[in-house]
């Protein structure tokens, strides 16, 4: 913090384009991601090891996940304008879904099976019964969570169950839905051409009429309103389940504001005191508790600022490897495990410290084992006769997170999608 406030104080008139200051790997996308991803860890330590939030005030697990759409907004609209449609949804689904399957199934197959036989002695009932194995892998396999429990695993002994009452297996993956909705809101756009033609106009409109609903709401929060659209739901969407309407509002504002900011690049000032003051605006609402309306606009702009001014030694975290990823789609199901057995006894800092080891260990299998073969395949294209590969035209970059990246996974290379393709599959807590 004292850095960028030298800085600021020494570059307070500076203003930059975003497109200038944003060049290449010259980035600290990768660096953020994996603070958010660690973030909630963080948060969800105190919610899963001892049925508390780690503060009353702050939603550390809601910022950390806003924070991984933001980014995911700007590097995927960055990729939409680069790449054919049908590329950007190989490329998408790359990132999302090969993690996301070995997960399920490491749930399902390894964890589930184990917790089970602990309790009841037997396998019978598992697979096929009420909240059932197989029936977990068939409602959540797009990345919905439409079935969060397995049998009674986690039942009546784990903080969490004492203080909600709930027994998720994985509560990180349901907003895996969000992130794949806002992927299929860019190919939409990019598909009417709005991201190339129309680029001054309809998304700048769009942003303006969700800021107005944002900043109604609250309004209607800070004077003991109601609110509009900030309780109820959404859906079921199709595969991916029901959609909470404030969570919608709030994380596909800050995809769109990400995206917004790659479309006006070039108008986009990124000035060291207005990074500070947004930072400090940012401070005051997370504080106060009600992140909706201006606080998440001043987040954007903090996002992207830290990205292209945090020290260059950040610049190199992510880029050959981007574990964010497989930290937040793993370290809910570790914290459970461990809080069943009683790691909590360690306290807070123990506790997270040895739930962020293993969910490490599990990340970098992930990464390398899945994600990254994965996304070797970015460039495949299928045989058809007399018709030329698909080649996208510019950029230069891999999936990282995107999480991804959200959002969304690796370091920029020359050839196809920009670094736009890191966004990591972000996704907020199940608190």
Known sequence: MLFLLQRAARRSTAFVPLNQAYIGRANSFGFLRLGFAFAVVLSHAAVLGFGRPITQRVDISGLAVAGFFGVSGFLITRSARRISLPRFFWHRALRIWPGLWVCLLFIGFVVAPMLYLERHG?????????????????????????????ADLFQGDTPFWR???????????????????????????????LLRRQVRVVP??????????????????????????????IG?????????????????????AGGVAELYADRLPINDLLGVLALAVVGWFAVEGAFFGPGLLAYAYVILWL?????????????????????????????QVMAKAGVQALGLVGFFLASA?????????????VEKPALRLKNWAPRVPGRRPDIAVG?????????????????????????????????????
């Open 236 to 256: 079921p969407a199709p595969l991916l389940g029901w959609f909470s309407t404030s969570y919608f509002l709030w994380y596909a504002f800050m995809f769109l």
């Open 395 to 431: 950029g230069g970059g891999v999936l990282a997170a995107d999480v991804p990246d959200g959002r969304l996974a690796t370091a920029p290379i020359r050839s196809e999608a920009s670094e736009t393709d890191r966004d990591p599959a972000g996704a907020p807590s199940a608190t």
């Open 307 to 335: 990205a292209v001014r945090l020290p260059k030694a950040l610049h190199r975290v992510g880029q050959a490897n981007d574990y964010s990823y497989g930290v937040y789609i793993y370290s809910f199901t570790v914290q």
């Open 204 to 233: 700048l409109l769009i942003m303006v009429a969700v800021f107005g609903v944002l900043c109604w709401n609250y309004y209607q929060q800070v004077t003991g309103g109601e609110g509009i659209l900030v309780n109820g739901s």
């Open 122 to 150: 037997t396998l019978d009932g598992l697979w096929r019964g009420p909240d059932g194995v197989i029936g977990y892998l068939r409602s959540n396999w797009w990345g919905g969570m439409r079935q969060e429990n397995i």
């Open 357 to 369: 080891l293993a969910t490490t260990g599990l990340a970098l299998l992930s990464w390398h084992v």
């Open 163 to 193: 203080w909600t009452g709930g027994h998720p297996i994985n509560g990180s993956l349901w907003t895996l839905a969000y992130e794949i909705t806002c992927y299929l809101f860019v190919a939409i756009a990019a598909a009417l051409t």
